[in-house]
C-alpha cells in the first residue's frame, strides 16, 4: 500500500475532524484568493484608465486628485470652470477660427467692416474728409480684430488633440458629459491593445444631424442596462445634481457604448453644443457699459414688476429650450470644465510647466497618470496589502489548527504506528506519512478555498460593479503576475527582456507552494512524535 493510500486512509478515518480542519483552511484561502483577485482587477482597471487616449488634464486650480476623479472617473465635483477662450488657445489657427465663427467678437468684426464701407460710400459721395477718417480707423480696428480671430491659439502648435469636457447635470444617477464626437472617435482608451470606444447599437452623435440638431446623445453600456435607455429614446438632464430640476431640451439617444471596463460605462454623452442651449449653462456676457449709465438705468421696481420679470424670464428660458434648432451659444458666453489633451510628452513636459505658471487664467495642467498611480500606490495598494497580510495571518492559523488535530489524534494512532513499526516500516516513512497527511489536508482546503474565493467574487461583482463601477467577474487565473525568470536570475531576466515579460504566472499559483510549506511546519511536530513512538510499550496497550 502506497504511503498516499495509507495517508488518505487516515484522513478518512477521522472524517468530521479533517472535514472541520480543510474548511478552516479553505476559509483562510479565499479571503487571499479574493483579496489576489480584486488587487488583480483594480490594478488592471488603473492602468487601463492611466493610458485614457490622453496625457494631460486642464482645469481649474485646485486639488490634482479632485481634477483627475472628476474628469476621468466622475466621482467628485468640479470647483470651478475655465474661460472658452482660455479652450482656444490649445488649437491650431484653422481650428480656432472655426470654432470662433459664432463669436460676438466676429459679429463685431463684420459690423465694423459694414461701418468702414459705409463711411467710403459717404466719402465717394462727396461728404467731408472726417468720414474718410473713420472708414480707415474702422479699417484699422477690424484688421486687429481679424487678425486676432487667425492667429494659433497660445498652446496650438505643440497639441495634437484637445477635447472639451463640460459636467454639472446628471441622468438618474448617472454623470453627463458635454463634449465632442472627437471623444468617442479618436481616443484609444487601451493603448497596448489598440482600443477604441465601440458601439453596441447606433452611432456616436453628431455636431449638428439633419434629424436631431444639435442635441444627440450616447449612453454608456451600464447606463443603457440600469436605466432601461434605447435607441431613439429621448432624455432629460437634471440640472446640477441628481434630484435636481429636469431641463426643458431632450436629448435623442442614437448610440449605446459596448461596455469597456473603464468609468464611461457609467456616463451619458451629449453634444456639447446642445449642453450650452440647455437652461442655466450660459455665462452671462459681461456688460461694458459704465457705472454712471448702470446707475441712471436703474429704476426701482414694485413687487408686481418683478414678479412679471421673473415669470418673462423663465418663458424666454422655456421658449430657448423648446426651440426646435436654436442658433450656436456665442463663444463669450461659454466656459469648460476641462480640457482632454494629447500631445507628445516632451511637449506635455513644457505645456504642463507654461499653464502652471500662468496665473491669469486660474487654470492648472495635470498629468493624469501620474496622479492615477500616486493614488493607487498611497491609498490603494497598502489597503491592499493590509488584507493580504491579515488573510495570511489566518491560513496561518488554520495550519496551526491542522497541528491541533494531528497532534491529538496520536494518542489514538500510537497503536497502529506501533503496528505498521512491527510490519517492517521504518522510522523515516511513518514520518513521511503524518507529513504527507498535513499536506493532503491543508492541499484540500486550499482547493476548496480557491474555489470558493473565485465563487464569492463572481457573486460579489454585480454589487461591487454598481458602487464602484469596477466589473470582476469570474477571473480565473488572474491578474496579479509574476515573472520567475526574474527570480530564477536577474542577470538572464535583463538579457532576455521580452522572454521576461511573456513568461509570467498568476501569483495565486504561489498559495499551493506556500501552504505545502507551511503544512510541513506545522505537521514536522506531530510527526516527529510519530518518529519517537516506542514500538514495544504501544504494542502493549
Not at 476623479?69 to 475655465?82: A, D, H, Q
Not at 494512532?413 to 522510522?427: D, F, K, P, S, Y
Not at 482546503?445 to 460593479?465: D, K, N, Q, R, V
Amino acid at each position: 500500500m502506497s504511503l498516499f493510500t495509507i495517508a488518505w486512509r487516515s484522513i478518512q478515518q477521522r472524517g468530521v475532524a479533517s472535514a472541520l480542519t480543510m474548511i478552516s483552511m479553505a476559509l483562510g484561502v479565499m479571503l487571499v484568493v479574493a483579496v489576489l483577485t480584486v488587487h488583480g482587477v483594480l490594478s488592471r482597471s488603473f492602468e487601463s484608465n492611466a493610458s485614457l487616449g490622453y496625457n494631460m488634464i486642464v482645469g481649474a486650480k485646485g486639488g490634482q486628485e479632485q481634477l483627475v476623479l472628476n474628469t476621468v472617473y466622475y466621482l467628485s465635483r468640479p470647483v470651478e470652470n475655465i474661460s472658452y477662450d482660455y479652450y482656444l488657445e490649445f488649437h491650431k489657427r484653422d481650428a480656432r477660427a472655426l470654432m470662433l465663427k459664432d463669436s460676438l467678437r466676429l459679429r463685431g468684426h463684420k459690423q465694423l467692416f459694414e461701418t468702414a464701407e459705409l463711411a467710403n460710400f459717404a466719402t465717394s459721395s462727396g461728404l467731408d474728409a472726417l468720414a474718410l477718417q473713420a472708414a480707415f480707423a474702422s479699417e484699422q480696428q477690424v484688421a486687429a480684430r481679424w487678425t486676432d480671430l487667425e492667429r494659433n491659439g497660445k498652446y496650438g502648435p505643440q497639441i495634437d488633440l484637445a477635447i472639451p469636457v463640460c459636467l454639472g447635470d446628471y441622468f438618474g444617477k448617472f454623470r453627463v458629459v458635454g463634449t465632442t464626437p472627437q471623444f468617442l472617435d479618436e481616443l484609444v482608451f487601451d493603448i497596448e491593445r489598440n482600443r477604441k470606444y465601440e458601439f453596441a447599437q447606433g452611432r456616436n452623435f453628431q455636431q449638428r444631424s439633419a434629424e436631431n440638431g444639435y442635441f444627440e446623445a450616447v449612453v454608456g453600456a451600464k447606463v443603457a442596462r440600469e436605466m432601461d435607455v434605447h435607441l431613439g429614446d429621448k432624455i432629460s438632464p437634471a440640472h446640477g445634481d441628481p434630484e435636481g430640476h429636469l431641463h426643458e431640451r431632450k436629448f435623442t439617444v442614437v448610440g449605446i457604448l459596448k461596455s469597456s471596463g473603464t468609468p464611461n460605462d457609467s456616463a451619458v454623452f451629449v453634444n456639447i453644443e446642445g449642453f450650452y442651449l440647455m437652461e442655466d449653462h450660459a455665462k452671462s456676457v459681461e456688460d461694458t457699459r459704465s457705472e454712471e449709465t448702470k446707475a441712471a438705468e436703474k429704476v426701482p421696481l414694485t413687487e408686481e414688476q418683478m414678479k412679471e420679470e421673473f415669470r418673462r424670464r423663465q418663458q424666454q428660458k422655456q421658449l430657448i429650450e423648446r426651440e426646435a434648432d436654436p442658433d450656436p451659444l456665442p463663444v463669450e458666453q461659454r466656459e469648460v470644465t476641462a480640457i482632454l489633451l494629447k500631445m507628445d510628452p516632451k511637449q506635455g513636459i513644457f505645456v504642463e510647466g507654461a499653464v502652471n505658471k500662468d496665473k491669469l487664467n486660474g487654470a492648472q495642467a495635470v498629468a493624469p497618470i501620474a496622479v492615477i498611480v500616486g493614488m493607487f500606490e498611497g491609498i490603494v495598494k497598502p489597503i491592499q496589502w493590509t488584507l493580504l497580510i491579515l488573510t495570511s495571518i489566518i491560513c496561518i492559523v488554520s495550519g496551526i489548527s491542522i497541528l491541533v488535530s494531528i497532534y491529538n489524534s496520536m494518542s489514538e494512532r500510537r497503536h497502529e504506528i506501533a503496528v505498521m513499526r512491527a510490519l517492517g516500516a521504518g522510522r523515516g516513512k511513518v514520518m513521511a506519512i503524518i507529513l504527507l497527511e498535513a499536506t493532503l489536508l491543508s492541499l484540500g482546503g486550499c482547493a476548496i478555498g480557491w474555489a470558493l474565493g473565485h465563487f464569492a467574487c463572481y457573486w460579489a461583482s454585480p454589487t461591487i460593479e454598481e458602487r464602484t463601477g469596477v466589473f470582476i467577474g469570474m477571473n480565473l487565473w488572474g491578474d496579479p503576475f509574476f515573472h520567475p525568470l526574474e527570480w530564477l536570475s536577474s542577470d538572464f531576466a535583463s538579457r532576455n527582456e521580452q522572454l521576461n515579460q511573456s513568461f509570467k504566472l498568476p501569483v495565486e499559483l504561489l498559495i499551493v507552494p506556500a501552504l505545502v510549506l507551511l503544512a510541513m511546519l506545522v505537521g514536522l511536530w506531530p510527526a516527529l512524535s510519530a518518529y519517537r513512538t516506542d514500538v514495544a510499550r504501544s504494542l502493549g496497550k
